[in-house]
């Protein structure tokens, strides 16, 4: 059975610090890349931070420089460190693991943690 959790998020004032975390289970997690999106209420969906088997990371402009992904491959469990967070931060964070064998597609996603920034 697959499962993709994640947990972590909460309210923080802005400056503030969250690290996010996606655990999972149920699918080759090494073979996985994992990525974080975000969606704030009527906005569209958007890729926060990506990471591929290798260990190779991208991020959106808008936290480049606050934001790190990492993959403990082990674990199975991928993270979001999240500094300087900003109010514009604020959204549904969602995790995502992604991995194709031979001509299957394999596409899962997480229920999302609520990440709330706020005085």
């Known amino acids: 059975q697959v499962q993709v959790v994640e947990s972590g998020g909460g309210l923080v004032q802005p400056g503030g610090s969250l690290r996010l975390s996606c655990a999972a289970s149920?699918?080759?997690?090494?073979?996985?890349?994992m990525s974080w999106y975000r969606q704030a209420p009527g906005k569209e969906r958007e890729l926060v931070a990506r990471?591929?088997?290798?260990?190779?990371?991208n991020y959106a402009d808008s936290v480049k420089g606050r934001f790190t992904i990492s993959r403990d491959n082990t674990k199975k469990i991928v993270y979001l460190q999240m500094n300087s967070l900003k109010p514009e931060d604020t959204a549904m964070y969602h995790c995502?693991?992604?991995?194709?064998?031979?001509?299957?597609?394999?596409?899962?996603w997480g229920q999302g943690t609520q990440v709330t920034v706020s005085s």
């Open positions: 149920g699918f080759t997690f090494s073979w996985s890349a």
């Open positions: 995502n693991a992604y991995y194709t064998y031979y001509a299957s597609v394999h596409n899962y």
């Open positions: 990471i591929d088997s290798a260990g190779s990371t």
